[in-house]
């Protein structure tokens, strides 16, 4: 049995053994070297705590919890990745860490060469009980600054708001429904437009999107008043999926707008923006590099930004975002908090709406919301002590996308509420847009009738599978000398009909992750005669982006299909040649197609994790979970799985999954951070 490390030189080689084995990244590793080769005399627990800082951003922690470590090292560390264990216990962070108690640890890293408390240039700043990389610490100062200092020029804002014309106009967006409960939009409305920070989060179809299209047209309307001039407004999304998705339903909701009782209502309507942008081409993303043409020295040309699908922006991006904002400009975030937070270290969106549920309205809150939307503020939602934010956050709850009978709407519901009641009764009720299907690694006549056909034992359920897309894609193929708006048209067909199915995963690898599945896919597509291989660029591949790639305009999370264009030779004749086609990023819908050999950083994605699918939707949905618990599995990603599907939503278990489907429900994602901490 090895001796626990007495030393920083021991403690590296126990790093490299865990590095090795998988169970931290390279780059903790090189970490933890680069503080030994400062201060060679550093205390071993010390480049223990850093190791595991920066193996917790790849983790999405902001930062390392000491006592959540201490009090549970394995829940907190997933240290060892499940299904691995180490021979020698003392190998075990759990054992090396055993009996220690906080003040003793933090007293190991007492050492001003390496570690500060605020302000300076050490590596490593330890607040309290966090431990944070030093960059880290900054961005979350600066996304708190940036908050708070648009959240003190709201009671100023409110003051420079005429009450009675504000009632006016808002009484004219959201016309009085009969003997109906307070209308949370118009407060949400009211509330965004009394501040220059706010947040409108909500789950699925509870109208986000038309709640913000109407604040828009409140706020131009004001601003356009007694020969005033339009607010500057702009668009963005994280990805060019949420972007597309945003400029879709935002462009119909503008044109949706009954504003004939708003002062100046058309010129409003005109002066609404419909154009999205991803957050990187916003900021203006320079290629192999982290930062951005606009920045506090080059702030952006606008006076409101709006940001959709906000629970995917990591730490490091909101402190871009809102270094990059002129001082007196607003910015709105609209989001779903209980979705996964980004793939990225932090979850800003679900911190900052925490407390949304319980409102938290100050009583002076209250009043003011009363008086320009006539609705009435339940007082259960009201706190003498609610913080500044607090007022700024405005939660929708009535689901327009799911019917009260809806299966879909009820078991995302009972899932994130983590009532396993409510969730078996939800399966015991049998709706019809629910389904639930074993699938065995060794007969895969199941997940074949899922995949191809989207069926259930036979009987189609929802939209067709795989087949759908790559029916539409060889039946709408057009001529060889088509011109090049036939060829785009055609384009956007097959990636529209891919858009309806989509198999989602829990894992990367194992016999049920996207590794491993996507591969068994193509495989089954193959045999039906669907697809001409499974190996290179086939007619038909599907891939995912892997990571931002600035030269062609592609971000991480962007969808293409191999096609094939048609290309003279030089007999006279005419050969296709393959091109990946992408929807355009901007949200638009032209279509960019792409050399294959260009594409440095793409997978196979007939499966997609559901850390992926965020900011998509999909006519059908099925999530596939893994026989056995796994860290990764919690409450938020199997919401997140639910809540891609529109109409249909299969659930897909390996072995013991409708166990692993309630073990998962039973579990949140708790992310180290101190954002709201200040």
């Known amino acids: 049995m090895n001796a626990p490390p007495t030393d920083a030189s021991q403690m590296l080689d126990l790093l490299g053994r865990w590095a090795e084995r998988g169970w931290l990244r390279e780059l903790d590793r090189a970490f933890a070297v680069f503080l030994v080769e400062r201060a060679a005399d550093a205390h071993p627990l010390l480049v223990l705590a850093a190791a595991l800082a920066s193996h917790q951003l790849g983790r999405g922690h902001v930062c390392l919890d000491l006592e959540a470590t201490l009090a549970d090292s394995r829940f907190a560390l997933s240290l060892p990745p499940e299904g691995d264990t180490a021979k020698d216990a003392p190998e075990l962070p759990g054992v090396l860490l055993d009996g220690m108690q906080l003040a003793a640890w933090q007293a190991a890293l007492n050492d001003p ?149 708003l002062p100046d209502g058309e ?38 930004l709006v940001v959709d699908e906000a629970s995917m922006v990591d730490l490091e991006m909101m402190a871009a975002l809102l270094a990059a904002l002129p001082p007196r400009a607003r910015l709105i975030l609209l989001g779903d908090k209980d979705q ?158 891919h858009g309806q199915f989509q198999l989602l995963c829990a894992l990367r690898r194992g016999p049920w992750g996207v590794e491993g599945l996507n591969e068994l896919i193509a495989e089954l597509l193959h045999r039906e005669g669907l697809i001409p291989g499974v190996h290179g660029w086939f007619l038909g591949r599907p891939v995912l982006v892997t990571r931002n790639d600035y030269g062609l305009g592609l971000m991480n999370g962007d969808i293409g299909i191999a096609l094939a264009l048609p290309q003279a030779d030089e007999d006279g004749g005419v050969r296709w040649v393959p091109r990946v086609a992408f929807p355009a990023g901007d949200g638009g819908d032209e279509i960019r197609w792409i050399l294959p050999s260009r594409l440095q950083a793409v997978e196979t994605v007939f499966a997609m994790t559901v850390h992926k699918s965020q900011g998509s939707e999909f006519t059908h949905a099925a999530l596939l979970l893994p026989d056995s618990l796994n860290p990764i599995l919690t409450r938020e990603l199997v919401y997140t799985g639910i809540t891609r599907a529109r109409s249909w939503f299969t659930l897909a278990s390996a072995g013991r999954g409708w166990h692993v489907l309630e073990q998962a429900t039973e579990r949140r994602v708790q992310r180290a951070s101190g954002l709201l901490e200040g």
């Open 113 to 261: 060469r390496l570690v500060g408390e605020g302000a300076g240039d050490t590596p490593l700043v330890r607040v309290g009980k966090r431990l944070y990389l030093r960059r880290y610490w900054q961005y979350e100062c600066e996304v708190r600054a940036g908050i708070d200092q648009r959240l003190r020029q709201g009671e100023a804002l409110r003051a420079s708001l005429p009450v009675a014309q504000l009632r006016q106009a808002l009484d004219a967006l959201f016309p009085k429904r009969a003997d109906a409960p307070a209308d949370w939009q118009k407060l949400a409305c009211a509330l965004v437009a009394g501040n220059a920070f706010g947040i409108v989060t909500g789950g699925p179809g509870t109208g986000k999107t038309t709640t913000v299209v109407k604040l828009l047209a409140l706020l131009q309307s004001l601003a356009l008043g007694e020969g005033g001039r339009p607010l500057r407004i702009r668009l963005a999304a994280p990805t060019g999926k949420a972007a597309a998705r945003l400029n879709e339903s935002i462009s119909g909701a503008v044109q949706g707008l009954k504003l004939d009782a």
């Open 267 to 304: 010129a409003a309507r005109a002066a609404i923006p419909t154009d999205v942008t991803t957050l990187h081409r916003l900021l203006g993303s320079r290629p192999d590099s982290r930062q951005f043409r606009h920045h506090a020295g080059n702030p952006l040309a606008l006076e409101l």
């Open 340 to 497: 996964l937070a980004s793939v990225e270290a932090g979850a800003v969106l679900g911190e900052l709406c925490s407390r949304a549920r319980d409102g938290h309205y100050r009583p002076a809150s209250r009043d003011w919301l009363e008086a320009v939307t006539g609705e009435h503020i339940d007082p259960a939602l009201l706190d003498d002590q609610g913080s500044d934010l607090d007022q700024a956050v405005a939660m929708l709850r009535h689901s327009h996308r799911f019917s009260a009978d809806s299966g879909i709407g009820q078991l995302a519901e009972a899932v994130n509420a983590g009532d396993i009641a409510a969730l078996r009764n939800v399966w015991k009720a049998r709706h019809e847009d629910l389904a639930r299907i074993t699938v065995d690694a060794r007969d895969t006549r199941s997940l074949r009738d899922l995949v191809v056909d989207g069926g259930r034992g036979g009987d189609l359920f929802g939209p067709a599978g795989y087949r759908h897309y790559l029916s539409v894609l060889a039946s709408n193929r057009p001529e060889s000398d088509a011109g090049q708006a036939a060829l785009d048209a055609w384009a956007r067909e097959v990636l529209q009909a």
